[in-house]
Nanobody, 114 residues
Framework: QVQLVESGGGLVQAGGSLRLSCAASGTIFSLNAMGWHRQAPGKQRELVAIITTDGSTNYADSVKGRFTISRDNAKNTVYLQMNSLKPEDTAVYYC????????WGQGTQVTVSS
């Protein structure tokens, strides 16, 4: 089993920045990738960014050039640096991890005011 704990959400004005953190524990040696999803009210959960064990990254088109995913293997932590935030980025952000199945964190609220 893998446990994921997110932190770093909050309220920020449009144009501002936030950094989310996700600390993983448990059987993390088997993980293939970690990433971030988000879910806005009334919308489906969507993949925002993903990083594999070899460091490859992929982003949703809506966040390319503004968000950066990174990982600190020594701390078993993945980060999502979010810059130039827009009101449409408002959502609950969920950390996810994959081995033979997907694991979820509890979510952290990000609110961007206009």
């Amino acid at each position: 089993q893998v446990q994921l704990v997110e932190s770093g959400g909050g309220l920020v004005q449009a144009g501002g920045s936030l950094r989310l953190s996700c600390a993983a524990s448990g059987t993390i040696f088997s993980l293939n990738a970690m990433g971030w999803h988000r879910q806005a009210p009334g919308k489906q959960r969507e993949l925002v960014a993903i990083i594999t064990t070899d460091g490859s990254t992929n982003y949703a088109d809506s966040v390319k050039g503004r968000f950066t995913i990174s990982r600190d293997n020594a701390k078993n932590t993945v980060y999502l640096q979010m810059n130039s935030l827009k009101p449409e980025d408002t959502a609950v952000y969920y950390c996810a991890a994959w081995d033979i199945k997907r694991y979820w964190g509890q979510g952290t609220q990000v609110t961007v005011s206009s």
